[in-house]
């Protein structure tokens, strides 16, 4: 979640405390991306490659007919090997894309450092986000086009990016996800033949369950129905990268409140974040998301389950055949999948009991990293990630991995 969701966690509170939510209903829903794009305006083209890393541009048309922008990254030019490394598949998390893992300098952030290490690594971008590029038959304009939340997310999107991956490379993939990247990857793993296109998971601030999250601001907005407000009001698609968006932030955090403050607030106090680069941060994001994700997030705050969506007792019959939406299984994800997790100490969004009744359900036990200082946002943004979490994620990633050549 990370920056982004301070962004819209703030906006969010602020909106509603002021009673002007209904004053922006149109701007919020408003597209932003009607511009024709130049062809330049690519993940490749903004953070890649001006690094000197070899970046291509894939498409992913999801079963329901999105289509994902993925990237496929390698070892800085002129060290490229023969053969790549077996590739890695990176899952942002929420109001963030594939961007959020080539924020820091080239030594810190986790998609250079495993280009670095010889992995073939592939980014993924969910659906609504800026490097996805639409629908082969809706427009972002149609309030169709944001119906979905994680569940899809990890159905479709996560599902349908790793048979891609496996197909192209024909390897079995690492997936790395952080925070909603881990909802969606272990729902994904809950499916049938994952097994034979994943080879191993690294999850950072793994989340299943969300009954004792901490964050103050996260549990106001549940309390106060924020989700079911929003959605009453028409609001399909949340897009805080408008221009009203931007002025309001930028009037909300000069000299009004203190968003250092509210990070810590949010995602609980992040020991090793650089404060001097928010700014290049907020170029990229927050990316936009839908409010039927918001509320199916905040349902499980709400009722302590990792289910599917709950549409209320006469839609659930209707879908599901039942009245209550059918659980996840955690207990489904084989076996024998190996597993890692990095959780912090101070994450306020992914709590240690959550994460202790996730692991309850597992039917393996994952190998864990336990980090006492680190906040949500640690995780990818931590100027120290490499030497306190990601060389451990490797040398896991290496010890499952059946190539030797890397
Ligand atoms: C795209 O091309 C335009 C015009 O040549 C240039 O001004 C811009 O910086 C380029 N953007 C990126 C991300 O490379
Ligand atoms: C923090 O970000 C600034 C601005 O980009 C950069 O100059 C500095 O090297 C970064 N600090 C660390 C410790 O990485």
Partial sequence: MATAAVAVLTLLLCLYASQILAQFAVSLTGNTNQRPRPPNDTLCAHLIEPAGYSCSEHTVRTKDGYLLGLQRVSSRTGEIKEERGPPVLLQHGLFMAGDAWFLDSAEQSLGFILADYGFDVWVGNVRGTRWSHGHISLSEKDKEFWDWSWQELALYDLTDMISYVNLITNAKVFVVGHSQGTIMSLVAFTQPDIEDMVEAAALLCPISYLEYITSPFVLRMVNMHLDQMILAMGIHQLNFRSDWGVNLMDSICDGH?????????????????????????????????????????????????????DYGFFKNMKLYGQSKPPEFDLGHIPKSLPLWMAYGGNDNLADVTDLQHTLKELPSNPELLYLESYGHVDFILSIDAKKDIYDHMIGFLRSQGKRSSF
């Fill in 257 to 309: 409140l203190d968003c250092n403050d509210l990070l810590t607030s949010i995602t609980g106090k992040n020991c090793c974040f650089n404060n001097s680069r928010v700014d290049f941060y907020l170029e990229y994001e927050p990316h936009p998301s839908s409010s039927k994700n918001l509320r199916h997030l905040f349902q499980m705050i709400r009722k302590g389950t990792f289910s599917k969506y």
